[in-house]
């Protein structure tokens, strides 16, 4: 697996600590000897490749685009299209991305929001983007929920997969600037992974908006680390 290591943040008091992530992540891969499926993870640091690790939510804006690829998945407490700006945040880089028709608005798929402005909620509606919120997986259930996501993901000829680590309840990551609670556990969201990682067609990964500054006793960052290697 090749890791691109990110430090860029979009300047928010809360998402300063993002900067510091991907190293605090990258020391914690050596803790762990084999994925649960018995796997070795074999890695570089490159500045291109499979996995772009760290920073804020904002820098999915550009390496989407640069990915090539059509179909985009994301795992968010928030549904990010909440617009204050000309430029593109970690609050509204995917409302840029639709707006630019940088990517299909049938194309989105947004998994795990619970904190959303009544706007945003509309803006999906009205674009009729696809999106299971935290009481919709609750109620369904991981195994049903994960079924429909990869039903719909599977259509995309290159898939991206985008994790905010704000999706994980911060009872299990709480290094992150927004911490939302009522999200998924991190068994959940380790489940969603290894059965994502069985889609033919995803290409790219991004884990962003870990903030290693307001961890406790590394948890977010280890789970990360787990993240990756389930990956491999």
């Given at each position: 697996?090749?890791?691109?290591?990110?430090?860029?943040?979009?300047?928010?008091?809360?998402?300063?600590?993002?900067?510091?992530?991907?190293?605090?992540?990258?020391?914690?891969?050596?803790?762990?000897?084999?994925?649960?499926?018995?796997?070795?993870?074999d890695y570089t640091i490159e500045d291109e490749g499979d996995l772009y690790l760290g920073g804020d939510h904002s820098n999915s804006y550009t390496n989407f685009i640069k990915s090539n690829c059509d179909g985009l998945l994301i795992f968010d407490a928030h549904p990010d299209v909440y617009q204050d700006f000309n430029i593109p945040t970690h609050q509204d880089w995917l409302k840029f991305l639709i707006d630019e028709n940088k990517v299909k608005k049938e194309?989105?798929?947004?998994?795990?929001?619970?904190?959303?402005?009544?706007?945003?909620?509309?803006?999906?509606?009205?674009?009729?983007?696809?999106?299971?919120?935290?009481?919709?997986?609750?109620?369904?259930?991981?195994?049903?929920?994960?079924?429909?996501?990869?039903?719909?993901?599977?259509?995309?000829?290159?898939?991206?997969?985008?994790?905010?680590i704000d999706a994980v309840d911060p009872a299990f990551a709480p290094g992150t600037g927004y911490a939302e609670p009522g999200g998924l556990t991190s068994r959940e969201m380790i489940y969603f992974v290894q059965r994502l990682k069985l889609l033919k067609n995803l290409k790219k990964v991004d884990i962003v908006e870990v903030n290693s500054e307001k961890d406790v006793n590394n948890q977010t960052v280890k789970l990360v680390a787990k993240l990756i290697w389930e990956l491999a």
């Open positions: 697996m090749k890791i691109v290591k990110i430090n860029k943040v979009d300047g928010r008091l809360e998402t300063k600590g993002c900067s510091k992530a991907a190293d605090e992540v990258i020391k914690q891969l050596s803790n762990i000897l084999l994925s649960e499926n018995f796997k070795k993870l194309n989105v798929i947004l998994a795990g929001i619970r904190s959303f402005d009544k706007k945003e909620i509309d803006y999906l509606k009205e674009n009729k983007i696809k999106y299971f919120d935290m009481k919709k997986i609750f109620e369904l259930g991981i195994k049903e929920s994960c079924d429909l996501i990869m039903e719909n993901a599977k259509n995309f000829n290159k898939l991206y997969l985008s994790i905010d």
